[in-house]
């Protein structure tokens, strides 16, 4: 197909340029994830902590204003994944976490 094309939106019923069709469709497969504040996050984007966090298994305390680098989205638009020393596997939910 090309971009001069129309086709039918079966969802709202119209017809549309397949381009935008297209475009539509890639939209809603994507998570939009915000942080404490409303910012969009991205993947590699840093994170500032807003609160003191106790990771559980770890018996450590992540405190208020660590940074953290290179985060990861997870396709939950309330969680986010990080690494931290010594940390693996570090899931932070998406409210207590700022952009940088």
Known sequence: MSDD???????????MPAAEL?????AAGRVEVR????????DG???????????KGEGQTLRRG??????????D???????????KGLVLRAEFVKKR
């Open 35 to 42: 942080d404490s504040v409303g910012n969009l996050l991205a």
């Open 45 to 55: 984007d840093q994170v500032t902590l807003i609160k003191d966090l106790d990771v």
């Open 5 to 15: 094309d129309y086709v039918y939106d079966d969802d709202s019923g119209e017809w």
């Open 22 to 26: 297209a475009a539509k469709q890639a």
């Open 66 to 75: 660590t940074l953290i680098k290179s985060i990861r989205l997870t396709g």
């Open 77 to 87: 638009p309330q969680e986010i994944d990080c690494r931290f020393d010594g940390i």
